[in-house]
């Protein structure tokens, strides 16, 4: 990827933690680029180090080995007051919101500004300007404890523009809200990447956030990156065992389940045959009945996808048949093992 078209450029991202028993290293050499003006997702199961790579993204954590590239900037070379300047082109937006209680949502807006050295009427002007377009022009009065989960989380964002920055760095920023909120939240982001082209990543442990936003997604594993690839690409055919998971089983963990069930596929399709009669019409041509386990769809940037788990009969000759019978009917069948 050339430069130009590179936002975020991270070579050799090691990160260690000193412990009483010694050193913990959760980082083991992370290479990315991000594209300016995209949506980029890095998820993660439970301490895969998805935290941490973000916060070493803006230097919050700092490297203990590698550079960080901001814009063609190299963030890791520069000194406190300029990584400080640096800084303000990276707004960064919380699980729980981080915002001042004791300010009304007009001055938690305020208040990087403020710290930039701007004028306060100037500062008040684009603070309602800004809480204007997330929805919230007639709260500007309100205190964090007078709003909901959501328009918090609203505040927030109008506080991560308020420095007109490059890149949004979104940490877990729907984990905290309810399905219908988390709707609205990232449709707000999907707007503001489109109207102001700003590079947002997406730190997050669901599946389902990273289908419904990004445009490319990073798998991280271990402290490493497993796979990356688009969302469609790697919803379609993960190619790793850690993305298996999180598409097949949208990263919960199957510890407590016994057994391995055998002959199961994972069956693939879009909107061109979502309407068809796939599985009945392959079992009356094929003379057989399948044990349909699991099933949903997922609306991955305009396009309807989904996917069944599915578990075939015994009989090798009448499997084959039926997995041929799917593929020449153009959609994705691949053997999966299903807990």
Known sequence: MEQQDVMIRLSGIKKS????KGTLEILHGIDLDIKKGEIFGIIGMSGAGKSTLVRCINLLERPTEGQVYLDGQELTSLSERDLRQARRSMGMIFQQFQL????TALENVC??????GMKKEKAAQKAKELLELVGLGERTESYPSQLSGGQKQRVAIARALATNP???LCDEATSALDPNTTAGVLELLKDINKRFGITIVVITHEMKVIQEICHRVAIINSGLIAEIGSVEEIFQVPK???G???VFHEGKSREGYKGHMPHCYRVVFDESNSNEPLLGSMMIECNGLVNILAGNTRNIDGKVYGQMMIQLP???ELREKMIANLRAKQVIVE???YV
């Open 17 to 20: 933690f000193l412990q009483k």
């Open 100 to 103: 001042l209680m004791q300010r």
């Open 111 to 116: 208040f990087p500004m403020e710290i930039a």
């Open 166 to 168: 490059k890149v949004l």
């Open 240 to 242: 790793t065992q850690a």
């Open 244 to 246: 298996k998971e999180l």
């Open 314 to 316: 015994e009989d090798k």
């Open 335 to 337: 053997e999966v093992e």
